[in-house]
């Protein structure tokens, strides 16, 4: 079946303006994630859904990175206002919530120019 | 404050190797110990896991050790192939791993044919 899927796979973007980035998770998968990879950085946790709640927002960096999920499926993440720092691959994964793997999306390589 | 660290940094070992990673946590609620395994312009995939009711776990050539009291647990890969070549991410959740993963920097490892 179909993984964790991403759009779009790259993004450049000039600073200050708005971007969008998508997930569709593996069907059925009720929990969504949403991290940030920095170069030489780990996985840094933005937030996570269960159905269409985000009962953990603790990871936005700040009131620019907002994010929603739609119909207990799709995530769209979006930053305002896009800075220089902001520039890091962007990754979503979901999971059954019910199993503990969490199964990761090819990313979203967002540069700000 | 990282709550997970990750030595060493990057590895170079020749084919055959036993590769050691090593992790260390401080929040001792921590109950989910996931191995993630990336390639170049892939997202993370779970290589192995393990729970802190259990010492040791094995899953074809890749072995968890887990020391509780010390907390500390690392990844051992037996007989190392160059397609192992990839950087590998430790991380711990809470809640048996339906909620965040907290992850380490990352390890490049480098197998020699």
């Known amino acids: 079946g179909a993984g964790v899927s991403q759009s779009p796979s790259n993004k450049v973007t000039e600073k200050g303006k708005d971007v969008e980035l998508r997930c569709d998770p593996i069907s059925g998968h009720t929990a969504l994630y949403w991290y940030r990879q920095s170069l030489g950085q780990g996985l840094e946790f933005l937030i996570y859904f269960q159905g269409n709640s985000a009962p953990d927002k603790s990871g936005l960096p700040s009131d620019r990175f907002s994010a929603e999920r739609t119909g207990g499926s799709v995530s769209t993440l979006t930053i305002q206002r896009t800075q220089q720092e902001d520039s890091a691959v962007y990754l979503c994964?979901?999971?059954?919530?019910?199993?503990?793997?969490?199964?990761f999306g090819p990313g979203t390589r967002l540069t700000v120019l | 404050q990282q709550q997970v660290k990750q030595s060493p940094q990057s590895l170079i070992v020749q084919k055959g190797g036993i590769p050691i990673i090593n992790c260390a946590y401080e929040n001792t609620a921590f109950d989910y110990f996931p191995w993630y395994q990336q390639f170049p312009g892939k997202g993370p995939a779970l290589l192995i896991a393990?729970?802190?009711?259990?010492s040791e776990k094995k899953e074809g050539r890749f072995t968890i050790s887990f020391n509780k009291s010390a907390k500390q647990f690392s990844l051992h890969i037996m007989d190392s192939q160059p397609g192992d070549s990839a950087t590998y991410f430790c991380?711990?959740?809470?809640?048996?791993?339906?909620?965040?993963?907290?992850f380490g920097k990352g390890t490049k490892l480098t197998v020699n044919p």
């Open positions: 393990i729970r802190p009711d259990v």
């Open positions: 994964a979901s999971s059954t919530y019910t199993t503990d793997t969490q199964y």
């Open positions: 991380a711990a959740s809470t809640q048996g791993g339906s909620e965040k993963l907290v």
